[in-house]
């Protein structure tokens, strides 16, 4: 079993990167191979909405885009793995922008054929065999977790196509001032999500 997590933040060290390995280190200890891709890291050009990818070569489990990137090793990966981690800082109320490029440049996991109506549907199934795990931080009360809504959605979004269940979600707030009690409950409640997904993705396996 294999998990990945795809970090979204630009602060390669900072607390959102550190509960990404925590959990990951979670994943590990219940047996899972793990790797984390910090997305600042990778060259992820814009999507320019051509659609070029969705519309043409509906046989293959990935579409075909014209930009040329890190993007097609990063899909490829992404559908060979088992489970994912999606983690991303709240940016003025939602990702930052290396991680909507990520989500947007998805896009060749999907198809459609051209002049329908409707949104594009996954090329590829996982029939909840896949889980996903997602963390948001930010520097708003956790009695104000609401404002992570908008980043789980547009993480979480095509998992739905997918047939991906999300199995935790965590939001961790006044992220400036973690003083080192709440640091050690975060890192542990960061760990146990991804003993959690491990487990779930075993379970989803156990039942076919």
């Not at 910090?38 to 320019?48: A, D, E, F, H, W």
């Not at 992404?78 to 991303?88: K, W």
């Not at 996954?122 to 963390?135: D, E, T, Y």
């Not at 199995?167 to 960061?190: A, F, P």
Request: glycine residues 8%; charged residues 25%.
């Amino acid at each position: 079993m294999k998990i990945i997590g795809y970090m979204g933040s630009p602060r390669t060290k900072g607390l959102c990167s550190q509960f990404t390995e925590s959990a990951l280190k979670g994943a590990a200890s219940a047996g899972a191979e793990i790797k984390q891709y910090n997305l600042v890291k990778s060259t992820i050009k814009y999507c320019r909405g051509c659609y070029k990818c969705v519309y043409n070569n509906h046989d293959l489990p990935i579409g075909i885009c014209p930009l040329k990137d890190d993007m097609s090793t990063l899909l490829k990966e992404y559908l060979e793995v088992d489970g994912y981690i999606m983690s991303s800082p709240v940016y003025d109320f939602t990702v930052p922008a290396v991680m909507k490029a990520f989500i947007e440049r998805r896009f060749p996991m999907f198809y459609k054929n051209k002049g329908e109506r409707g949104v594009p549907d996954a090329r590829v199934k996982q029939h909840f065999k896949k889980k996903a795990s997602l963390i948001a931080t930010g520097s708003a009360g956790d009695e104000f977790a609401a404002i992570a809504e908008p980043c789980f959605e547009v993480m979480s979004g095509h998992f739905m196509l997918e047939e991906i269940d999300v199995v935790d979600q965590l939001y961790v707030g006044l992220i400036h001032s973690v003083d080192e009690q709440r640091y050690k409950e975060k890192m542990d409640e960061t760990f146990n999500m991804g003993v959690r997904l491990v487990q779930a993705i075993n379970e989803s396996r156990k039942e076919t």
